[in-house]
């Protein structure tokens, strides 16, 4: 059974720094890509980083470049997402995704398109606030 489970969410005042992690079992990280993804309240869910599984490298949404960090340990078969200079507005629900590293990408279509993603886990809530 894929199951990808979130943790390292809470409260954290502006600056401040915290490390997500995305536990996956029943699939190796080997032939999947990860996504973290986030969604703050009447906002659309929207793609922060992203390990792609093919080629090891990695990418990152505009707003959060130089500030966040994915990471992945085979041995654990985990993805890390560590956050540092945290803002207000950083504050979402954020969530991993998995795709495999076989499926077709949509025409036109990116990483930052949560649809291209097959697995989910339940999120983590990230509050930034002082």
């Known amino acids: 059974q894929v199951q990808l489970v979130e943790s390292g969410g809470g409260l954290v005042q502006p600056g401040g720094s915290l490390r997500l992690s995305c536990a996956a079992s029943?699939?190796?990280?080997?032939?999947?890509?990860i996504g973290w993804f986030r969604q703050a309240p009447g906002k659309e869910r929207e793609g922060v980083s992203w390990f792609s599984g093919s080629s090891g490298r990695t990418y990152y949404a505009d707003s959060v470049k130089g500030r966040l960090t994915i990471s992945r340990d085979n041995d654990k078969n985990t993805v890390y997402l560590q956050m540092n200079s945290l803002k207000p507005e950083d504050t979402a629900v954020y969530y991993c995704?998995?795709?495999?590293?076989?499926?077709?990408w949509g025409y036109g279509s990116t990483w930052l398109n949560h649809r291209e993603f097959d697995y989910w886990g339940q999120g983590t809530q990230v509050t930034v606030s002082s």
């Open positions: 029943g699939f190796t990280l080997d032939y999947y890509s």
């Open positions: 995704a998995a795709r495999s590293t076989s499926r077709v």
